[in-house]
């Protein structure tokens, strides 16, 4: 597909073309063989570059002129509507961020905290747990401390 043509590319084709009129023929013969290299690159036939011609010298009516410009026009309007839609899509997403980033914060300050208070805690429970069991034991000596005893059975009696 041909691309559209740069407006410094039309000025060298009309400067190439004035060049093809001169009078001189070795400048004429240079300027038909650059333009033939011009459009073999950008894929342009004759009749294409006759339209090209045809097109900007100012064959275009001024109400197709206007509808191109209507056309234009709203075209510009749709792309600073969407412009402002973008504008206030990457507010709302930076508002969004900081917010973010301020959970993120306190989320990080309470997990530094949990994790100082960790170890304490497991000391603690083993603490707890530890003199439990002494108190246990503890009590169950007073207790049988204080109780009657009977006179020890020799079992090995029954053995034999």
């Avoid at 004035?18 to 063989?33: C, I, K, R, S």
């Avoid at 033939?36 to 010298?57: E, H, P, W, Y």
């Avoid at 709302?92 to 306190?106: F, M, N, P, S």
Wanted: proline fraction near 3%; charge should be positive.
């Amino acid at each position: 597909m041909a691309r559209a043509p740069d407006p410094r590319e039309i000025k060298i084709l009309s400067d190439i073309l004035a060049l093809v009129l001169d009078e001189q023929p070795g400048h004429a013969a240079t300027a038909l063989e650059r333009i033939r290299q011009m459009a073999r690159r950008d894929g342009v036939t004759g009749g294409a570059l006759k339209n090209l011609f045809t097109t900007r010298i100012g064959t275009i009516s001024g109400k197709d002129e206007t509808e191109r410009e209507k056309r234009l026009r709203e075209q510009i309007s749709g792309l600073e509507r969407r412009l402002g839609q973008s504008e206030s899509d990457t507010r709302t997403a930076q508002t969004r961020l900081g917010r973010c980033q301020t959970d993120l914060g306190l989320i990080q300050l309470e997990l530094a905290t949990l994790r100082m208070q960790r170890p304490w805690r497991y000391i603690a429970i083993v603490f707890a747990a530890g003199a439990g069991l002494l108190v246990g034991i503890a009590g169950t000596q007073f207790y049988h401390s204080l109780s009657v005893t009977r006179a020890p059975i020799d079992r090995a009696s029954y053995l034999r």
